[in-house]
């Protein structure tokens, strides 16, 4: 049974025709209701998203650069000096 019939063709011309016979009248066609508050809305959404993968982006590369603290190794905030409390050793005499 072919679906391109002569009944079928002739419904599609005259929903076609109507249709555009009511966008020249102007009158909304249904399920396409003109709305000023989508693109409000959805720019919004974009602006928070936007901020919200940049606040991620940041705790990531924060997280990447902070030093492993590896269980077992003292981990002293002075890089400069011997760590406190843990004397330095004696230097021998053969060197």
Do not use: D
Request: glycine share 10%; charged share 20%; hydrophobic share 40%.
């Amino acid at each position: 049974m072919p679906i391109f019939t002569k009944k079928n063709a002739l419904i599609g011309y005259l929903t076609l025709q109507a249709i555009q016979s009511k966008r020249r009248r102007g009158i909304p066609l249904p399920g396409r209701k003109s709305s000023s508050w989508r693109l409000p809305l959805l720019l919004g959404l974009g602006i928070m998203s936007a901020g919200v993968l940049a606040l991620l982006v940041a705790v990531m590369l924060r997280r990447h650069r902070e030093p492993e603290h590896l269980e077992g190794y003292a981990v002293s905030g002075n890089s400069e000096g011997p760590i406190e409390g843990i004397p330095e050793p004696e230097p021998s005499a053969a060197a």
